[in-house]
């Protein structure tokens, strides 16, 4: 059986559009009188800090408002152990009703049609509370939480660790809170805006970067893997050397690695690295380099790729069973403008051999006349195919020619004599000849270990010179000329001598020297005389334990080896002499 479905028919269409229709027309009306009431006028249910203002013009607002509003004296913070009162004059509170009531005019008014209506509309069924524009000096304010904030907040203590005795102590540290000053600004703020005199609570953020015992022992593990380990930050002949309390200060319990102690050693490098550009000169005068500079690249640190090499070198630390890392700064280079081999034609292109020495406790005379002859020698030309001859290319050593008197060995004695020092000079030659590679035809150890050699380099490093023998003396086997440049600093009683000239790509090795034979010195003499007082005791020479050093000096090219040598260096033990006196005393 069907059922019939009954369709409206026209007639009822008609009038319910129509009634539809006229529903929405009198909507409109009535919007179109809410609308026209409040033009020029705050629209109802809208108050400023609980100061009803709907209907009203902004100035006729302004005026209400700063009849019924006064300023607070203070504002109350509460502490979980004092109370603190600050004056609103302290940093001068004004309000501005003006612009406060303007701004409740504009928040219906802002031109987007379909945000304004809603809010116009919203109005009617749901009032709207304001708060007022404050004007005031924020940096008074900011200096006065500011010390509230310290005399409330707790302190944290971070944790601490550092290498006892060879032995990794870490303090855990222990929690602290401070201030959430953002929050309580903001806290600040609402309650001057509102004019509520409630006391504000001071709000408290924990911060607490102690470790638990779990994360002191493993990080007590991993400070384990450092000690007694280094690492060396490497560019040309400086380098920046990290002792095991010195990386462990890299390393943090929390997050690994400690980022600001890594970048301020990356700003370290960049201090002790960087270079601007250098451009070459060379000037050629009577067969001699009056002025040289060779041409060096300009040297920008990068650091950031330095800091992540920092990061990779202490993750191998602590995989690593080596007590020694080294790896080569990172760096950006700019050419010079005029390079050394444009500045000349003898085939001076660059650094090919460097020796370095330091001669700390010398005396005077002694520091003058190493300064004296590593000028005589500074600027000597080598040729291709030419033996040199230290002695001969330092010329007269005397009083004569500018020496001082210092000490020397001679005749199986440590004696006052003029030139002494300049063997600093002939065994920092010595090593530079060693690094370029270059053939040694003659060279001759001290009769006994020299403090001033050791003091930066093992034992058999050094060469003894004393005119006309024993000489130091090397071949230049290289396709150019070699320019000798001896640079000595008095000041921090360092030495270096550079070889400059065309590299052909050989490549020396040294072993490491071998100590043997080592005999004590013998027992200290005491020598009656009669120059000196009774009493009087002076000590004319120093004792020195004797050894054999030996070690390997190895020369090769493209893989292929092209000279050899091994160097033996045979100190004999040497006895302490003094002076006793015996005339009598005045």
């Not at 001068?92 to 809010?119: C, E, M, P, W």
């Not at 092209?562 to 006895?575: A, D, E, G, L, V």
């Amino acid at each position: 059986m069907r059922r019939s479905i009954h369709l409206p028919t026209k007639k009822q269409l008609k009038r319910f559009v129509t009634a539809i229709l006229a529903f929405f027309l009198l909507l409109g009306l009535i919007l179109s009188v809410y609308f026209l009431l409040f033009t020029g006028k705050i629209y109802p249910n809208t108050f400023v800090a609980g100061v009803s203002v709907g209907g009203m013009s902004p100035g006729k607002a302004a005026e209400i408002l700063s009849n019924s509003i006064a300023s607070p004296e203070k504002i109350e913070l509460v502490g979980s152990l004092q109370s603190y009162e600050i004056e609103t004059k302290n940093f001068n509170l004004k309000y501005d009703f003006a612009a406060s009531s303007q701004r409740v005019y504009n928040a219906t008014r802002t031109g987007n049609i379909f945000f304004d209506f809603t809010n116009r509309i919203w109005l009617i069924f749901e009032p709207k509370n304001f708060g007022l524009i404050t004007d005031l000096n924020e940096a008074d304010l900011d200096k006065i939480l500011s010390v509230i904030a310290g005399q409330v907040s707790n302190d944290p203590v971070n944790p601490t660790f550092k290498l006892v005795k060879g032995e990794p102590v870490v303090n855990p540290g222990k929690p602290g809170t401070k201030v959430d000053l953002n929050f309580l600004r903001a806290q600040i703020g609402n309650s001057l805006a509102f004019v509520n005199g409630s006391p504000i609570e001071i709000p408290l953020i924990v911060v607490d970067n102690s470790l638990t015992t779990e994360e002191v022992d493993a990080f007590k593990l991993r400070l384990e893997k450092y000690i007694g380990k280094s690492l060396k930050i490497k560019f040309e002949y400086n380098e920046i050397n990290l002792k095991d309390d010195d990386l462990i200060k890299l390393l943090d319990p929390k997050s690994g690695y400690n980022k600001g102690g890594i970048e301020s050693l990356a700003q370290d490098a960049a201090v002790k690295f960087n270079r601007d550009p250098q451009n070459s000169k060379f000037v050629f005068e009577n067969g001699r380099v009056n002025e040289f500079m060779p041409s060096l690249e300009g040297i920008s640190v990068d650091k950031e790729a330095l800091g992540e090499k920092i990061i990779e070198q202490l993750s191998l630390i602590e995989i690593s069973e080596d007590k020694l890392l080294s790896f080569e700064v990172p760096v950006i280079k700019t050419p010079p403008e005029i390079t050394t081999d444009e500045v000349n034609n003898l085939g001076i292109n660059e650094l090919i051999g460097r020796g370095a020495s330091t001669y700390f406790h010398s005396i005077a005379s002694r520091v003058h006349n190493v300064s004296l002859a590593a000028s005589r020698i500074n600027g000597t030309l080598v040729k291709p195919g030419e033996i040199f001859s230290f002695n001969n290319a330092l010329g007269d050593v005397s009083q004569f020619t500018g020496y001082q008197q210092a000490y020397i060995i001679s005749d199986g004695k440590t004696i006052l004599g003029d030139g002494g020092g300049v063997c600093q000079v002939s065994t920092t030659l010595f090593r530079s000849i060693l690094d370029a590679g270059l053939p040694v035809t003659e060279r001759q150890a001290h009769a006994y270990r020299v403090g001033y050699y050791e003091q930066d380099s093992p034992p058999g490093l050094d060469a003894t010179v004393y005119g006309p023998t024993p000489d130091l003396k090397f071949k230049n086997d290289t396709p150019g000329y070699i320019l000798i440049e001896a640079t000595a600093n008095p000041k921090n009683y360092s030495l270096v001598l550079e070889l400059y000239g065309t590299s052909d790509g050989r490549v020396s090795t040294i072993s490491k020297p071998s100590i043997t034979n080592v005999t004590p010195p013998p027992d200290d003499l005491y020598q009656d005389d009669p120059t000196l007082p009774t009493g009087t005791v002076k000590q004319i020479d120093f004792k020195a334990w004797g050894a054999k050093v030996t070690f390997n000096y190895t020369v090769t090219r493209d893989g292929q080896k092209i000279y050899s040598k091994t160097f033996i260096s045979n100190y004999r033990p040497w006895q302490a002499i003094f002076l006793r006196g015996t005339a009598p005393a005045n």
